[in-house]
Nanobody, 119 residues
Framework: QVQLVESGGGLVQAGGSLRLSCAAS????????MGWFRQAPGKEREFVAA????????DYSDSVKGRFTISRENAKNTVYLQMNSLKSEDTAVYYC????????????WGQGTQVTVSS
């Protein structure tokens, strides 16, 4: 069992940056595929980014490619999502995930952190 706690969300102006962190506990994430999903008001939850445990291969949704970067620091049992050039459409609750498919890990979920981008 892996517990995930996100942090780093908040209010930012369009064009700004935020870095989300996901601290894991319970087990080492070194053999877990990790990811980020988000859910905007009135919309379905959607995939944002993923990073595999085997070779740190990354994958991104088309909507964030080139602006967001996912990374992992196994020694700290933490995953990050660096978000640059934020847009109003990035406003959502962001969820950290672990385990399962390397491109869409979703076995374990955090409670989410709110990101609001003002235009």
């Amino acid at each position: 069992q892996v517990q995930l706690v996100e942090s780093g969300g908040g209010l930012v102006q369009a064009g700004g940056s935020l870095r989300l962190s996901c601290a894991a506990s319970g087990r080492s994430i070194s053999t877990y595929n990790m990811g980020w999903f988000r859910q905007a008001p009135g919309k379905e939850r959607e995939f944002v980014a993923a990073i595999s445990w085997r070779n740190s291969r990354t994958d991104y949704s088309d909507s964030v490619k080139g602006r967001f970067t996912i990374s992992r620091e196994n020694a700290k049992n933490t995953v990050y999502l660096q978000m640059n050039s934020l847009k109003s459409e990035d406003t959502a609750v962001y969820y950290c995930t672990a385990g399962g498919d390397p491109l869409r890990p979703r076995k374990y979920w955090g409670q989410g952190t709110q990101v609001t981008v003002s235009s």
